[in-house]
T-cell receptor
Framework: EPEVTQTPSHQVTQMGQEVILRCVPI?????FYWYRQILGQKVEFLVS????????KSEIFDDQFSVERPDGSNFTLKIRSTKLEDSAMYFC?????????????FGDGTRLSIL | GENVEQHPSTLSVQEGDSAVIKCTYS??????FPWYKQELGKRPQLIID?????GEKKDQRIAVTLNKTAKHFSLHITETQPEDSAVYFC????????????FGQGTTLQVKP
């Protein structure tokens, strides 16, 4: 069964540094998402992306965050100047379409630790 | 704003018993309700979903029911097994074409052998 893959599995970064989290969505999927989960808390929506542009973003997704699809397979989340509160598990997800009744498949996540 | 409330936060059952987890949503325009199972340190895994034009859906030991009038939906697991132990998240997706999921707070299910 095809899977969403994410790299790295764990990223440790000094506060103020930039990080890029990478995702390879399922190949025939067209909609891509980033979610985050602070330890012990619920999963929170960050951003959805379709046709090379952001479809929707949450209040969490401020100017420090950006997403990109640099080629035909990768989907990246960049945090420009990390803060301690950015420490969380970041999940990438993809779905075949973005209509609000299509299953989203999640990757294994990247655990981001900000020191 | 959009919100999904989930109860209980923890649930402990004996192996073989049933488990029920309940969620309520705030936006009546929601039309898609998936359930995810998350084992420790792993990805949320979709286990079942229901759309607003259906009142109930079953898949072996798992069922989901939806009450649109009351704006709540529930996950039912029958004949629980120790491997069902995990955190379960409900979610709701609002109308529109972004697919954004709003998650509940999660329920930690422990199935005692």
């Amino acid at each position: 069964e095809p899977e969403v893959t994410q790299t790295p599995s764990h990223q440790v970064t000094q506060m103020g540094q930039e990080v890029i989290l990478r995702c390879v969505p399922i190949s025939n999927h067209l909609y891509f998402y980033w979610y985050r989960q602070i330890l012990g808390q619920k999963v929170e929506f960050l951003v959805s992306f379709y046709n090379n542009e952001i479809s929707e973003k949450s209040e969490i997704f401020d100017d420090q965050f950006s997403v990109e699809r640099p080629d035909g397979s990768n989907f990246t989340l960049k945090i420009r100047s990390t803060k301690l509160e950015d420490s969380a598990m970041y999940f990438c997800a993809s779905s075949e379409t973005g209509f609000s009744n299509q299953p989203q498949h999640f990757g294994d996540g990247t655990r981001l630790s900000i020191l | 704003g959009e919100n999904v409330e989930q109860h209980p936060s923890t649930l402990s059952v004996q192996e073989g018993d049933s488990a029920v987890i309940k969620c309520t949503y705030s936006d009546s325009a929601s039309n898609y309700f998936p359930w995810y199972k998350q084992e420790l340190g792993k990805r949320p895994q979709l286990i079942i979903d229901i759309r607003s034009n259906v009142g109930e859906k079953k898949d072996q030991r798992i069922a989901v029911t939806l009450n649109k009038t009351a704006k709540h939906f529930s996950l039912h697991i029958t004949e629980t097994q120790p491997e069902d132990s995990a955190v379960y998240f409900c979610a709701a997706s609002m109308t529109g074409n972004t697919g954004k999921l709003i998650f509940g707070q999660g329920t930690t299910l422990q199935v005692k052998p």
